[in-house]
């Protein structure tokens, strides 16, 4: 399809396991977004990349959490040695302009359900 | 942390009715976006207004802002099962960032 692609849609690991999440954004699309999102809550900004380059990782919550996007397209959330507070859905949104053009929404995937047991 | 608070936290209406949800922030802001979530999927775009905009409309969407007042209202007309959903509204300011509130959930009871 033409929208964002989130996979796994189900990840369940064990408590120190490292874990990878993948996002296809919409072609062409410049700009993309990682999202974490809590149980009853709004999501919240992980991290975002103009093309390849990651321009802002403020959003992460510690240095577990990396991700990359080396060709400009495809990206890749991985946590290492998850702990059970990593539990939570992590969205994927992209936009077709610079985030600076912020008048323009985001297009966002359906999200990976993420269980730490 | 998120800066947007919206009221009510849950709506529960009949279809028909209208659904009025409000937004407030602590920040100065380009524009306000409001998305919608179906239960287990991404967000939905529905509508951007800019600040310096006092309303918007889309169909049976109404948005205001009030940037004195630092809030928003989202109005959906004659509503429909199918627009039950949480509803979050959004602020990007000068930081460059999407900050979204806790979100509204909206019930509509055929």
């Known amino acids: 399809g033409a929208g964002v692609s989130q996979s796994p849609r189900y990840k369940v690991a064990k408590r120190g396991q490292d874990v990878a999440l993948r996002c296809d954004p919409i072609s062409g699309h410049v700009s993309l977004f990682w999202y974490q999102q809590a149980l009853g809550q709004g999501p919240e900004f992980l991290t975002y990349?103009?093309?390849?380059?990651?321009?802002?990782k403020s959003g992460l919550p510690s240095d577990r959490f990396f991700a990359e996007r080396p060709e400009g397209s495809v990206s890749t959330l991985k946590i290492q040695r998850t702990q059970q507070e990593d539990s939570a859905v992590y969205l994927c949104a992209s936009s077709p302009r610079v985030q600076g053009y912020g008048n323009q929404p985001q297009h966002f995937g359906d999200g990976t359900r993420l269980s730490i047991l | 942390s998120q800066q947007g608070e919206e009221d009510p936290q849950a709506l529960s209406i009949q279809e028909g009715e209208n659904a009025t949800m409000n937004c407030s922030y602590k920040t100065s802001i380009n524009n306000l976006q409001w998305y919608r979530q179906n239960s287990g999927r991404g967000l939905v775009h529905l509508i951007l207004i800019r600040s310096n905009e006092r309303e918007k409309h889309s169909g049976r969407l109404r948005v205001t802002l009030d940037t004195s007042k630092e809030s928003s209202s989202l109005l959906i007309t004659a509503s429909r099962a199918a627009d039950t959903a949480s509803y979050f509204c959004a602020t990007f300011n000068q930081g460059g960032k999407l900050i979204f509130g806790q979100g509204t959930e909206l019930s509509v009871k055929p």
């Open positions: 990349f103009q093309n390849e380059a990651q321009l802002d």
